[in-house]
């Protein structure tokens, strides 16, 4: 049965996947650097220390400022948020509602630092609607490691097949799968390919479709 259902944030709750796709690009074009769309699809949900290693290996200098490039990155996310909005995806605040109302615990495990993530979810008021907040700041490795979802499961005290996991990207359906959740893809950006697809309990094309999952899971 699906005990709880731990949801990535960026692209699966929250429709900012877009953004990162934008803005990772122009933010190594700021210093001097490329970085094609494929590559910017890469980087979602990519955490450390992964995340470092894998920028200077794309910007082929040794001397690659992560920190700076990626505080420029988080300056023009900021500042696009502002202009353009911030929306759930859609489906967010129904599945959200179903899973209260079915006793299904709710946690989020995302590759956003705590703060960014809060002041977002406060925004969309949904902010209350969840029983832990997983950061992978508080894991050694982040996605695609399974460290941050082996963690979640942890606070929930419930054992990784009894969750199920709600991701966006290649590299949050690694990590769940690795950690031995259930994972339950929505895509956002792109369509899996046959290797992930092997990887994934479900596949559906919006959150709203995820409570037709846990209903013939758990007889409901």
Partial sequence: MVKAVIFDLDG???????Y???????AFQHFGYSLSDEQALSLRSLGRPYAPQYMKELSGDPNFDYKAVRSYREKLMEEMIAERGLQLRPGAKEILHFLKENKIL???ATASPIERS???LEKLDIA????????ATMVEHGKPAPDIYQYACQKLALP?????AVEDSPNGVLSASRADCKVCMVP??????????????AKVPSLNEIAQVITKENNL
């Fill in 12 to 18: 699966t709750l929250i429709d900012t996947e877009k």
């Fill in 20 to 26: 990162f796709r934008i803005c990772w690009p122009r």
């Fill in 106 to 108: 709710r946690a989020i």
């Fill in 118 to 120: 809060m002041r977002y």
């Fill in 128 to 135: 209350n609607e969840f029983d832990n907040l997983i950061s």
């Fill in 160 to 164: 990784p097949e009894d969750c199920l």
């Fill in 188 to 201: 956002d950006q792109d369509q899996p390919d046959e290797e992930l697809s092997s990887l994934l309990f």
